[in-house]
C-alpha cells in the first residue's frame, strides 16, 4: 500500500508524490516567540515531527524547515510590559523553545529562519506583487489586494461575499487602517513604522511586514516556488495560509505547496485552551508536575491527528499506563540480553534489516500509510511489547523461556526500530551504576552475603539486604534452584 494524505486543499485523500523523486521538501508554520509553549504546540510539533520521521523511515530524504515570527505585535507587546526589547523576548522564547522541544524528543528541523533575517525576500515578494498588480502603497503600508486573485478562498472553502455579509456589523469604519485599504477584505502586506517600534528601511518607508508574507518569503527563500508539504494547525487554514496562497501563487502562477497538511486543535476536559479560563497549560509546566515527556507523546499519538484532542487527567493517565507497557517491552533487550545471550541494537532505518520481523514492518507501514494513521501504528507496537513484556515476567519467575532467543531478539529489535519511529525511546537508566550504584558484580556479591546471613538464621540482616536492594530497583527472587535478580 503507498501513503495517502488527506489534503485540506482538495478536501479529499490523495497518493503522495512529490515534486522530485524520493525527496520531500516540507514547510511548518512555526510559533510566534512571545511566550511558552503550550499543548497545542506540542501536537502540532510532535505530530509534524513523526510525520518527518515516518517519510524518512519509509525512505524519502526529507528537508524540513521550520520558521520562527520574531516580529510581532504580541512580541512587542510582551517587551513593553516587561520594559524590554522586541529581541531580547524573541530570543529568550526561541531558547525557552529548544528545551522544551528537546525533552519531548523533538528531532531539530533542517533550518529554522526567522522573520527580521528574511527582510530582503519579503520587500521582493511585495514589489513583485505590486508590479503584477495584487498589492498597493497607502501612506507607508501596502496591502494585497485580494479580489484580484480570482482563486482566493480556496483552501478554506470561504467565499468573499458570505464573509462580507457576516462582517458587516464588525466593520469599524473609524479604524484609520479600514480607511487605507481600497476593500475591507485587503490585508497588509507592510505596516509603516510606528513610535517607539522597530522597523526596517524599504521602498515604501520604514516599518514592518505583515504577518502572512513573511511565510510566503521563507517558503521560497528556502525550499523554492513549490513545496510538497506546507504544514500547520487547523487554526491557520484562515487566513493565514489562505493569504500564504494569495500572496505567494500570485506572483509565481505555480502551486505554493501541493499538499496542505493540518493537526487538529487540543482542548483541555473539553473547553478551548485559553489563560481566561485558568486552563492554559505550558509544556514545561505540565513535564515539571511530572508527566513523562513519552507518555505526553504517546497521548498525542494515539490520537488521529487531524481530529480535536481533548486533554483530561484521566487521557494523560492512561497514556501513562500505555508508556509503562511499552517502556518494560522496549528495556527487555537491556533487561535480559546477557541471560538470553544475544547483542543489542536496532538497525538502521532506510537499510533492509535481516533482524526485523517483515510482517509487523508492513503491518505498521499498512497502517500508517492511511493518512499517517499513529494510532493503528501504534497498535502493531504495543502488540510486540505486550509480547515481550509476557516474555520477561516468564524469565524472572521460571528463569528460562521456551521462545527461541533469536526470535526474542527479532521481535526486540523490531519493536525499537518501529517505536523509534515514533519518537518513542526509553533509556535504560536504571541499570547504569551511576543510577543505582551497583554493578552486577556487586549486586551478585550483596545477594552471596544475604545468602550466608540466611544460613546464619540472621533473617534481619538478610531482610535489610533485600530491601537495600529494592530500594535500588533491584528485584530478588528465590526459589529451590537459588536466587535470581533483575532490575526493575
Not at 508527566?291 to 494523560?316: E, G, N
Not at 519493536?415 to 537508566?429: H, N
Not at 558484580?441 to 540482616?461: T, V
Request: some cysteine; aromatic content about 10%.
Amino acid at each position: 500500500m503507498t501513503l495517502t494524505v488527506y489534503n485540506t486543499l482538495t478536501r479529499r485523500q490523495e497518493p503522495f508524490k512529490t515534486v522530485e523523486p524520493g525527496k520531500v521538501k516540507m514547510y511548518y508554520c512555526g510559533v510566534t516567540v512571545y511566550d511558552y509553549c503550550h499543548l497545542g504546540h506540542a501536537r502540532a510539533c510532535i505530530v509534524w515531527d513523526v510525520v518527518r520521521r515516518y517519510l524518512q523511515f519509509i525512505g524519502y530524504e526529507v528537508r524540513y524547515v521550520q520558521n520562527f515570527t520574531d516580529v510581532d505585535d504580541k512580541i512587542l507587546n510582551r517587551a513593553r510590559q516587561e520594559h524590554s526589547s522586541m529581541e531580547s523576548v524573541a530570543e529568550r522564547f526561541i531558547k525557552a523553545y529548544f528545551e522544551d522541544m528537546s525533552r519531548l524528543g523533538i528531532k531539530e528541523a533542517d533550518e529554522y529562519p526567522r522573520a527580521t533575517h528574511t527582510m530582503n525576500g519579503i520587500q521582493r515578494l511585495i514589489h513583485e506583487l505590486e508590479n503584477k498588480g495584487f498589492a498597493y502603497p497607502a501612506d507607508g503600508d501596502v496591502y494585497y489586494a485580494v479580489r484580484q486573485f480570482a482563486e482566493y478562498g480556496k483552501l478554506s472553502g470561504r467565499k468573499l461575499e458570505d464573509m462580507q455579509a457576516g462582517a458587516s456589523d464588525r466593520v469599524n469604519i473609524e479604524d484609520p487602517e479600514y480607511q487605507k485599504k481600497k476593500d475591507p477584505f485587503d490585508f497588509a502586506l507592510w505596516k509603516a513604522a510606528r513610535p517607539g517600534e522597530p522597523a526596517w528601511e524599504s521602498p515604501w518607508g520604514a516599518g514592518r511586514p505583515g504577518w502572512h508574507i513573511e511565510c510566503s518569503a521563507m517558503v521560497r527563500d528556502r525550499l523554492g516556488e513549490t513545496i510538497d508539504i506546507h504544514a500547520g494547525g487547523a487554526d491557520l487554514i484562515f487566513p493565514h495560509h489562505e493569504n500564504e496562497i494569495a500572496q505567494s501563487e500570485a506572483v509565481t502562477g505555480k502551486p505554493l505547496a501541493n499538499y496542505w497538511l493540518h493537526n487538529g486543535m487540543v482542548k483541555v476536559d473539553g473547553e478551548k485552551m485559553s489563560k481566561s479560563l485558568g486552563n492554559f497549560t505550558t509544556i514545561r509546566d505540565l513535564l515539571d508536575r511530572g508527566v513523562d515527556p513519552m507518555a505526553l507523546r504517546l497521548f498525542v499519538l494515539m490520537a488521529q491527528y487531524r481530529k480535536p484532542l481533548d486533554f483530561t487527567d484521566d487521557a494523560i493517565a492512561a497514556a501513562t499506563n500505555g508508556w509503562h507497557t511499552l517502556k518494560e517491552g522496549l528495556l527487555f533487550g537491556h533487561q535480559y540480553a546477557k541471560q538470553l545471550n544475544w547483542g543489542v541494537g536496532s538497525g538502521e532505518w532506510g537499510v533492509e534489516n535481516t533482524s526485523l520481523l517483515p510482517e509487523f514492518v508492513e503491518r505498521f507501514k499498512e497502517a500508517v500509510n492511511d493518512d499517517f494513521n499513529f494510532p493503528g501504528g501504534l497498535a502493531v507496537i504495543f502488540e510486540l511489547a505486550k509480547e515481550l513484556r509476557r516474555e520477561g515476567n516468564i524469565i524472572v519467575h521460571e528463569g528460562k523461556t521456551d521462545t527461541p532467543a533469536d526470535e526474542l531478539q527479532k521481535q526486540w529489535q523490531t519493536l525499537v526500530t518501529l517505536a523509534e519511529v515514533l519518537g518513542l525511546t526509553a533509556e535504560f537508566e536504571n541499570a547504569t551504576p551511576a543510577n543505582d550504584g551497583l554493578s552486577d558484580a556487586e549486586i551478585e556479591d550483596l545477594i552471596q552475603q544475604r545468602q550466608a546471613a540466611r544460613k546464619a538464621r540472621n533473617f534481619a540482616e538478610g531482610d535489610r539486604i533485600r530491601n537495600e536492594l529494592q530500594a535500588k530497583g533491584i528485584t530478588l527472587i528465590d526459589s529451590p534452584e537459588g536466587t535470581r535478580w533483575h532490575r526493575s
